[in-house]
């Protein structure tokens, strides 16, 4: 059996995936990647310039344990956040997808703060996120939006490298949110949980609480 048809469900799962947060405009134009790990190390991730709202299993490039692109489609070539997803799988070797989309909330929640992290809101939606404390104090670690995605790519091994965030996201100010997760459904779920808390947070900062 091909490394093609053992990921076949996977990539189908990834594709609706995609259309729901294309629908939710987390995802226009051709914005965001979605990738899923491979058992040796690799993964399958959304080749550039592909509408995430019309994906089909073709529109995917399969990056090897190297980082060199193993398999892809005549003309297709590899997100430009690939070396982010890389990154990520090599930190936190239990993830098995990473999915990265471009929200209106998320850039201006990015704008919120100066520093390198933004306080998140003790709301009960953090559990979902793995954060069980009472009145949990937690925040999320926001990297600068470098024109090279490479150099985005060593400031988070660097950082994470020294302390690991305490939710499995982070934020790409005036960019997007990343997370990473064990299994799809769970990023799926991250990432809903995440732009939940960023709409909070506007909707909060106009109620001026």
Same mark, same amino acid.
């Given at each position: ?13 990834? *594709? ?19 990738? %899923? ?7 399958? *991730? ?9 994906? !089909? ?11 060199? %692109? ?6 297709? @070539? ?5 070396? *982010?997803?890389?990154?990520?799988? @090599? ?7 990473? +999915? ?6 998320? #850039? ?20 979902? &996120? ?6 949990? @104090? !937690? ?5 600068? #939006?470098? &024109? ?40 799926? #779920? ?5 732009? +939940?808390?960023?709409? +909070? ?9």
């Amino acid at each position: 059996m091909t490394t093609q048809s053992l990921t076949d469900p996977l990539l189908a799962e990834i *594709i609706a995936t995609a259309r729901h947060f294309y629908y939710q405009g987390w995802m226009v134009g051709t914005a965001g990647n979605l990738s %899923v790990r491979l058992p040796n190390g690799g993964f399958w *991730i959304t080749a550039s310039g592909r509408s995430k709202g019309e994906l !089909c299993k073709s529109d995917f490039v399969r990056i090897g344990p190297q980082g060199k %692109v193993e398999h892809t489609s005549p003309g297709l @070539k590899p997100s430009a956040e690939t070396a *982010i997803h890389q990154v990520i799988y @090599k930190l936190f070797p239990e993830a098995t997808s990473c +999915y990265h989309v471009h929200s209106v909330e998320a #850039n201006l929640v990015s704008r919120f703060v100066q520093g390198d992290s933004l306080p998140l809101p003790p709301l009960e939606m953090l559990k979902g &996120l793995g954060v069980w404390e009472e009145n949990p @104090k !937690c925040s999320l670690p926001i990297f600068t #939006n470098h &024109l090279q995605v490479p150099r985005i790519a060593t400031e988070i091994e660097e950082r994470f490298t020294k302390a690991l965030p305490e939710v499995p996201a982070l934020l790409i100010r005036d960019h997007g949110i990343t997370v990473w997760a064990t299994s799809l459904e769970s990023a799926r #779920n991250y990432i809903e949980l995440v732009e +939940y808390i960023f709409r +909070y947070l506007v909707a909060a900062r106009c109620a001026g609480i």
